[in-house]
């Protein structure tokens, strides 16, 4: 199908990004030569404990976090699971009241769901026609029984930027802990765990160009977390399992990298980002970008074309060797339609009728522009069909 397509545009880097060869050179090592078990008292599983050392360190560096605050996980999910249940159950004596957004992803909102079966009551705060959660929302929602507050710090879908400091603060004045998802965040936003106010802080490495399949949970020194599996004593009797030593020295390159050269990534991912949308406002009638275009990353453009199907533009463009998204990847699949859109209150039916466009550092403007006028084809073909459309 597509694989025959000469031209190829990736802006599905919201999804997933792909591994910096960098990152992949700064791993091999640890698959081939330094392949020790890091818990092993032997030489090998020193030289392979050092590294991982070595890239806690760093990455704390990175995060404005000491090292003694990051633990590894395999990723974004086990991340997200691990704050919401453990920081809940060390917490559950004091009160059982959680509030999160409306917005999240499934990997907090099912978390959510499951602390609501056995005995949570969860607040979810609804985001305003921009995507982003009005501050003053949580202040009302607050209650003498709250434990934990989850609030992501960009959206998957929109890329809408979320007031996280300031929702940092008002945990903090009330002694609530404060969990934020920066899993979309990492790689082109400022991520600095103490200006944040920020007492939990999930990332995954595969969206800054690092390997799927790691990832990490900071915890603010002092504050208590349950363990979410049991098993043996790695990451300070917190998380179980043998340590992906790969994983985790790729994560920290990939993050060093994505720090210091995040002023030139930005500015290429926003260029083209920029060309794209424009082009596609101005050219395509009837459609319309979903959520705030000033907090919002700089490589998201998620946009609703009235009267047509936002999974068949998906389709249509995929044949054309564009990959694109509708929702996120992890609801892609399934019928159920996007509820991150429904909950800005746009139009009626641009939950069924928006794309997500996610431009990364290896984007070009000849993508952008690849993508815009394939899509200027391709909406106009399928509005031909629809018989809603009012061209
Ligand atoms: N949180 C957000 C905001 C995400 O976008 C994703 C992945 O799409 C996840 C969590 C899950 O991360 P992972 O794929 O590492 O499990």
């Known amino acids: ?29 640890y698959m081939d030569s330094i392949y020790g078990n890091p818990s092993s ?69 099912n978390a959510c769901r499951a602390l609501e079966s056995e005995g949570f009551e969860i607040t979810a705060l609804h985001s305003g026609p921009d995507g982003r959660i009005e501050p003053d929302s949580l202040r009302a929602a607050i209650r003498p029984d709250t434990i934990l507050v989850s609030a992501m710090f960009a ?89 992906n030593v790969p994983g985790i020295v790729g994560m920290a390159k990939a993050l060093r990298l994505a720090v210091d050269e995040r002023e030139r990534n930005v500015a290429n991912i926003r260029k083209c980002r920029d060309r794209f949308v424009s082009r596609v406002l101005s050219e395509i009638p009837n459609c319309a970008l979903n959520g705030s275009s000033e907090h919002r990353l700089c490589g998201n453009a998620n946009i609703a074309f009235r009267h047509v199907e936002g999974e068949a533009v998906m389709m249509r463009l995929d044949l054309r060797g564009i990959a694109v998204s509708t929702g996120s990847a992890c609801a892609a699949g399934n019928a159920e339609k996007s509820y991150v859109i429904r909950d800005l209150g746009g139009m009626p039916g641009d939950e069924n009728s928006s794309v997500r ?8 403007v000849e993508d952008a522009d690849y993508a815009a006028d394939a899509l200027k084809e391709e909406i106009k073909i399928l509005r031909d069909w629809s018989p809603l459309s009012q061209e």
Not at 6 to 13: E, G, P, Q, V
Request: net charge positive.
């Open 1 to 29: 199908m597509s694989d025959f397509v000469a031209t190829k545009a990736y802006l599905d880097n919201a999804a997933t990004t792909r591994i910096d060869r960098r990152v992949v050179d700064a791993m091999l090592p």
């Open 155 to 243: 959206n998957n879908e929109t890329g809408v930027i979320q007031p996280i400091s300031e929702i940092g603060r008002i945990c903090r004045s009330k002694g609530i802990v404060f969990h934020t998802d920066a899993v979309q965040a990492a790689g082109t936003e400022r991520i600095d765990a103490r200006e944040l106010c920020v007492d939990a802080l999930s990332l995954s490495a595969h969206k800054f160009c690092g390997p799927k399949g790691v990832g990490l949970l900071y915890v603010r020194d002092g504050v208590g977390i349950a363990p979410l599996m049991r098993g043996g004593s790695q990451e300070r009797n917190l998380r179980p399992g043998t340590t």
């Open 41 to 109: 008292l032997h030489w090998f599983g020193r030289a392979a404990f050092a590294a991982v050392d070595a890239a806690r360190a760093e990455i704390a560096t990175r995060l404005g976090a000491s090292p003694s605050e990051i633990y590894f996980t395999s990723g974004g999910t086990e991340s997200d699971n691990w704050a919401l249940r453990g920081l809940a159950s060390a917490r559950k004596a004091e009160g059982r009241h959680i509030i999160t957004t409306a917005i999240e992803h499934p990997a907090v909102l």
């Open 357 to 364: 466009f996610s431009f990364g550092k290896d984007n070009t």
